[in-house]
C-alpha cells in the first residue's frame, strides 16, 4: 500500500477489502492472535508464489497489486545481518534480555564543531555539543552474534550497518520503509566486520563436513540458498576457488592467517588436512556466496 501511512479517506483504497474483513473476523475469532494471522498468511499459496513473472502475468499485473506473483524485494536489513550470521553457524538464537553492543564501524564518536572565522559577533549563538563521547564497548563471545534486534543504537549516532539497508534511525516513527539498493550496501557485506566473520565461520563449517571441493561448494550454496548450484554456478565457484588456492599459496602464509583470523597474531583452529592458504581461500569463496543476490532477496 502506498499510503500506509494514511488510512483514512484520503488514503488509497485497498485492493482486497473483502479479504481485510475476512481476515479481522479471523483475527477476532482466534483470540486477537496476531501469531495465528501470520502464520495463516506464510503458509497461503498466494505468499508462498515465485516472484517469477510471464508476459501474460505482467500485461493483467503489471504492478502486481492483485498479487499475481511474488514480489522480489532485498530483505530488510535487520534479517540481512541475521541471515548471514545463521547461515555461518554464528547466530546466537537467545531470546530476551539487554541490547548488546556488536562490532561497529566508523567508531561513535562526539561531534566537532569546526571553529568560526572570523570570531563569531556576541550575538550569534553557537550551539554547544548536544551529546558528549560515546561508550561502545564491543561484545566478545556469543552476546557478539545476537539477532540485529538487540542491537544497541544511539538516536544521534546510528548503527551504521543497519542504516546502509534503510532501517529506522528510531528518533521518529516510520510507518512505512523505502527500499534501496546501492553499492554503499554490497561495500557493508564484503567488508563490515561481522560480514567478514560470517565468512570465516561458514569456510570453517564448509571445509568440516566434508573432503571434495566440488562437495564442499554444493553444501556451502544450499546452505546459502537453499538450492543445489547449476552446472556453470559450479564450474564457476571452483574456478575461483583455485584462484584463491593459488593466489594464497603463492603469498606469505602470514596474509592466509590474517584473512582467516583477522589478525597476525590470530590462532587457527583448523582441521589437520587443512592448511592456512586453503582456509583462506574457502573463506574468499563464502563471501562470495553471502553476498550473491539470492541470500538478500526475498524470491
Known amino acids: 500500500m502506498q499510503t500506509a501511512e494514511d488510512l483514512g479517506t484520503q488514503g488509497e483504497y485497498p485492493s482486497h477489502p473483502e479479504l481485510l474483513d475476512w481476515l479481522a473476523v479471523e483475527l477476532m475469532d482466534h483470540r486477537w492472535s496476531f501469531k495465528h494471522i501470520h502464520r495463516l498468511i506464510a503458509k497461503s499459496a498466494t505468499y508462498r508464489q515465485s516472484s517469477h513473472v510471464t508476459k501474460e502475468l505482467y500485461q493483467l499485473d503489471p504492478g502486481n497489486r492483485l498479487l499475481a506473483r511474488g514480489p522480489r524485494f532485498r530483505l530488510s536489513g535487520e534479517i540481512v545481518r541475521d541471515v548471514a550470521l545463521a547461515v555461518s553457524g554464528l547466530l546466537n538464537r537467545e531470546v530476551g534480555g539487554p541490547p548488546v553492543y556488536p562490532p561497529v564501524y566508523p567508531p561513535v564518536y562526539p561531534p566537532v564543531y569546526p571553529p568560526v572565522y572570523p ?14 563521547p560515546k561508550t561502545w564497548t564491543t561484545e566478545s563471545g556469543a552476546n557478539r552474534y545476537r539477532r540485529a534486534i538487540y542491537t544497541f543504537r544511539f538516536r544521534s549516532a546510528p548503527y551504521s550497518m543497519l542504516q546502509n539497508f534503510d532501517t529506522s534511525r ?22 563490515e566486520d561481522l560480514f567478514v566473520e560470517c565468512s570465516r565461520a561458514l569456510a570453517m563449517r564448509t571445509v568440516a563436513v566434508a573432503n571434495d571441493d566440488q562437495e564442499r ?20 565457484l571452483l574456478s575461483f576457488l583455485r584462484q584463491q588456492k593459488e593466489r594464497f599459496t603463492a603469498e606469505p602464509g602470514q596474509n592466509s592467517i590474517q584473512f582467516v583470523t583477522g589478525s597476525p597474531e590470530g590462532k587457527l583452529q583448523l582441521r589437520g588436512n587443512v592448511t592456512a592458504s586453503e582456509a583462506a581461500a574457502w573463506t574468499a569463496v563464502s563471501r562470495v556466496l553471502l553476498n550473491l543476490g539470492e541470500v538478500v532477496t526475498k524470491d
Do not use: K, M, W
Open 170 to 191: 528510531g528518533d521518529a516513527a516510520c510507518v512505512r520503509r523505502v527500499r534501496s539498493n546501492t553499492p554503499i550496501q554490497a561495500l557493508t557485506t564484503l567488508n
Open 119 to 132: 570570531p563569531a559577533p556576541d550575538f550569534l549563538f553557537l550551539p554547544p555539543a548536544s551529546y558528549g
Open 217 to 236: 561448494i554444493i553444501i556451502a550454496f544450499r546452505q546459502c540458498t537453499g538450492r543445489s548450484p547449476g552446472e556453470h554456478e559450479l564450474e564457476t
